[in-house]
């Protein structure tokens, strides 16, 4: 079972069935992707619904649930199912703090000694005003709890740092916003990668680029993530052996040491600082949505073996994750208006002919109305391709994309900026 309606989620189902072990999937609730993929069934109930997933995995003798969203996680899904001993891939309530906690996370981080962005918590504007305008721009703001992906003001001024305070306490991220973290604004390029851990050991996928904001040439404001590729040039074997050693190892002995037995995925987003430094911006108690799209497309070992072995604590049993010798790369297509309002219910046109150019369409916001696609969130689509280069795989999904057509479609076409010219 699958928990989660993104596009995350249609590419994990799509990955599980490839497995020669797994024949089914249900997904909770799914989304018009998951509804025609062969294989996979939407359970037309909410991810929240706790009772209703307990219900139905015990029922139908469910083999393991993974929960793709926060959400849930913070919620304690996985406490409440583990509770009547259901096979849950996916942190505890008190792991998945590391994501909805800022503060809690960054307490955790500074505690282990790992790089990170200097930063203080404020609870009261006053406070919060009066240490901006003595760090000065630019400085970044950060509701604590979690919104979206959207809590995040990078602000170039002080100005700007000041609005961004007052909203989150005006409640623009409701009870998320009522704590903010101040950070200091660090340079560089992002990468994310999302470990997979057993709460003993813990393995890097590989790394993945996603881009946040919703404008080309990464302008504009944060949104989920607008496109992904992977692996990520710059995070050579070196600075991935960095990564292991200086963040996620003491991350996951940090989380023992704070009594957190954490079996899920493990997402670090990290900044690469112009001295070639990983820092630690944020921590995810889930997989990424887009980078998911892009990093499971190249994994060729099977991604239930991975996923039993984590949550059977087998993980330094396995042997080393094996991976396709290509390159992956992925777009976003999102409605109009977003990461603010956006409008849903447009017929969506040409996925058939898009997958037919050889690209993977993933749903990210769609449904099913009498067998008519329509768009039912902000990002709608992460069209998605492989191939030998960067170059090849970006040049798939763009031709891809022409096929496809909806009222109000939005997407980047500066994808793989950085990686194209490689
Ligand atoms: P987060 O939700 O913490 O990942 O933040 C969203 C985005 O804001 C990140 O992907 C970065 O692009 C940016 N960001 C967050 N923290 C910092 C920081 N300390 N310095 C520079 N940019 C940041
Ligand atoms: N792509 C960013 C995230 O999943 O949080």
Redesign the pocket.
């Known amino acids: 079972m699958v928990v989660g309606s993104g596009g995350r989620e249609h590419a994990l189902a799509w990955k599980l069935l490839q497995s020669d072990t797994v024949t089914r999937v249900i997904c909770v609730p799914g989304n018009g992707g998951t509804a025609s993929l062969p294989g996979c069934e939407n359970l037309p109930m909410s991810g929240e619904d706790f009772a209703g997933i307990r219900r139905y995995a015990l029922v139908n003798g469910i083999a393991l649930v993974i929960i793709g969203p926060e959400v849930p996680l913070a919620m304690g899904l996985t406490d409440y199912l583990q509770a009547e001993k259901i096979p849950v891939f996916g942190p505890t309530q008190a792991g998945a703090q590391i994501e909805s906690s ?1 503060s809690w996370a960054k307490a955790l981080i500074q505690s282990a000694g790992i790089p990170t ?1 200097q930063a203080a918590s404020f609870t009261d504007l006053e406070s919060a005003q009066a240490y901006v305008q003595q760090q000065g721009a630019p400085i ?1 703001i ?1 509701a604590d709890g979690l919104a979206a ?1 959207k ?2 003001t ?1 602000a170039m001024t002080v100005d700007q740092a000041l609005a961004a305070i007052a909203a989150a306490f005006q409640g623009q991220f409701g009870e998320a916003g009522q704590r903010v973290l101040i ?5 560089g390029q ?1 990468i994310s990668v999302l470990a997979l851990t057993d709460g003993k050991t813990i393995r890097p996928l590989l790394p993945a680029q ?1 881009h ?1 904001r919703i404008g080309e040439a990464d302008t504009g404001p ?1 949104t989920g993530g607008m496109g992904a590729y992977a692996p990520v040039p710059l995070a050579t074997p070196a600075l991935m052996q960095r990564i292991q050693q200086e963040i996620l190892e003491p991350t996951l002995q940090a989380l023992q040491t704070a009594g957190i037995d954490y079996r899920g995925v493990l997402y670090a ?1 990290l ?1 690469v600082t112009p001295t070639g430094d990983p820092k630690v ?2 921590f995810n108690c889930r997989f990424g949505d887009p980078e998911t799209q892009v990093v499971l497309p190249l994994l060729e070992t099977p991604l239930i073996t991975l996923l039993l072995a984590c949550v059977e604590q087998r993980l330094k049993q396995q042997p080393a994750i094996a991976w396709k010798q290509q390159v992956a790369a992925c777009v976003v297509m999102s409605a109009a208006g977003y990461p603010g309002d956006y409008s849903k219910g447009a017929e969506i046109f040409g996925i058939d002919l898009a997958e037919a150019k050889g690209a993977m369409v993933f749903h990210a916001g769609t449904r099913l109305k009498q067998y008519h696609l329509i768009t039912d969130g902000g990002r709608v689509l992460a069209v998605t391709a492989s191939g030998a280069d960067f170059a090849q795989a970006l040049d798939q999904v763009y031709v891809a994309i022409k096929s496809i057509d909806f009222a109000g479609c939005y997407y980047r076409r500066d994808i793989g900026h950085r990686v194209r010219s490689n």
Do not use: Q, R, S
């Open positions: 800022k962005a970044v950060k992906g809590g995040v990078v950070e200091e604004y660090l340079e992002e996603d946040k944060n987003g900044i911006i944020e």
